[in-house]
């Protein structure tokens, strides 16, 4: 590598660094803590069904998954959705300690429906009675404020897809499609009332009221507006999932203390504090002045990693500490194979220079297959925790993958350029003081 590569490097990695410091210690990027670690609220839910009817596990699971991805939507952190058993949901929610907010975060689109208003477009925000449900639901009626009992004419579980489009004129609308019986339903009552207003109506609040243009036949419909790119994201995504299979209830809460979640956080940090204090000295005493070097881009290694969990942000749990730690090892290893990698062409006569050149070099293929094969692996606990509900896994395989792409990026970049500009750049003085490059 050129002096003037070196140079370039140099200011990209004291610019990171600089920028890693800033947002480590800003209070507007917070490190996000999974339940484990700030407590939160667990609940569990139950088909809400006759005890002898038979429930089928794919709608259960269906039910998961829009629990699962209505949650997330919401911003919550790294929530838990898992099936328990044939009949229940369990739903942990970290950070969460007010119940009525756990509820209407599980509950949000519990009722979605199209219904007919007729000439009338209604506001955005408000509250109507339909013929499915005739009482406000968590939207209030101001006294004596009075609506018809409007006709419903669709509901979500007819709805098959729902998406974000771009039209002409760079606008945003909602694309969505019906599922059998309710496209010849829809076609028939859409060419009946063209003119007319269907709106659409979440848990009996409006979130839309377009006009019908023209008939639609086909199963397949827009909805146009004045639509910034988020509100036709959240109209889609309250369309798509408004409406769930199988009817559930609250069957019960559970409070999780965040004084255990404390005494986690205290014992990991004493556990990863001392376990890279060790690893730095060791470091610093095997190879000596490469050690210092590598122990400076380790600690560089570090404020990468947060940069990243706290602009993402990534959600820390005990699972995602642990691979975060197990990367940390990673960066030191790949550290070491290019340290002995330099000894062994020292050993071999060569100059320390060439040494430097060929040890990166060299060492860089072992790096590169072994980080490979543990991204795959990465690749694959993230799918299974994703398929099977379980966050904990996801989590750990996140933070592994993010550290093992970070400790790449500083043994081949951030090491390099301190042991060229530090070492290469003063061969001849250190040619001779093996014992000063641990040799």
Request: glycine share 8%; with cysteine; charged share 20%.
């Amino acid at each position: 590598m050129k002096k003037w590569q070196d140079w370039l490097w140099l200011v990209v990695i004291i610019g990171l660094t600089a920028v890693a410091v800033w947002i480590i210690q800003n209070p507007d990027y917070p490190i996000r803590r999974g339940l484990d670690l700030q407590g939160g609220l667990q609940v569990l839910l139950e088909a809400d069904v006759l005890p002898e009817q038979q429930i089928d596990p794919q709608q259960m699971d269906t039910a998961r998954q829009i629990i699962d991805q209505r949650v997330n939507a919401l911003g919550v952190a790294e929530p838990l959705v898992q099936l328990e058993g044939e009949r229940r949901i369990l739903v942990e929610l970290p950070g969460i300690d007010n119940p009525e907010e756990a509820f209407a975060l599980i509950q949000e689109t519990a009722l979605l429906e199209f219904i007919d208003t007729g000439t009338v477009s209604l506001p955005e925000g408000m509250c109507v009675r339909t013929s499915l449900n005739e009482g406000p639901s968590r939207c209030e009626l101001d006294d004596g404020f009075e609506t018809p009992t409007f006709q419903t004419v669709l509901t979500g579980a007819d709805l098959q897809e729902a998406r974000t489009e771009l039209g002409g004129f760079n606008q945003y609308y909602v694309a969505f499609s019906l599922r059998g019986e309710a496209r010849d339903l829809f076609a028939n009552y859409t060419r009946e009332n063209v003119g007319r207003f269907l709106t659409i109506v979440l848990d009996k609040q409006v979130i839309s009221s377009p006009r019908i243009e023209s008939a639609i036949t086909g199963g397949q419909g827009s909805i146009t507006g004045q639509f910034t790119p988020e509100e036709a994201t959240r109209l889609a995504l309250q369309l798509r999932f408004g409406s769930l299979p199988v009817p559930l209830r609250i069957e019960s809460t559970r409070q999780v203390g965040a004084t255990l979640g404390q005494q986690s956080i205290d014992a990991s940090i004493r556990a990863g504090a001392v376990g890279v204090a060790i690893v730095l000295l060791f470091m610093l005493l095997y190879y000596r002045l490469p050690g210092l070097l590598a122990d400076i881009a380790l600690i560089i290694y570090m404020l990468l990693n947060f940069l990243v969990f706290q602009t993402l942000p990534v959600t820390l749990t005990l699972p995602a500490i642990t691979g975060f730690l197990l990367s940390t090892g990673m960066a030191v290893d790949a550290n070491v194979l290019i340290f002995e990698r330099i000894k062994e062409e020292l050993r071999g006569g060569s100059r320390l220079d060439d040494a430097i050149h060929t040890g990166f070099s060299r060492a860089w293929i072992s790096i590169r297959d072994s980080n490979i094969a543990t991204l795959v692996i990465c690749l694959i606990l993230w799918v299974f925790g994703r398929s099977f509900g379980a966050s904990a896994v996801q989590g750990f395989a996140i933070t592994l993958a993010i550290g093992v792409c970070i400790s790449m990026f500083t043994a081949v970049i951030i090491t390099r350029t301190l042991v060229n500009m530090v070492i290469g750049w003063n061969a001849r003085r250190f040619q001779n003081k093996k014992w000063l490059m641990g040799a």
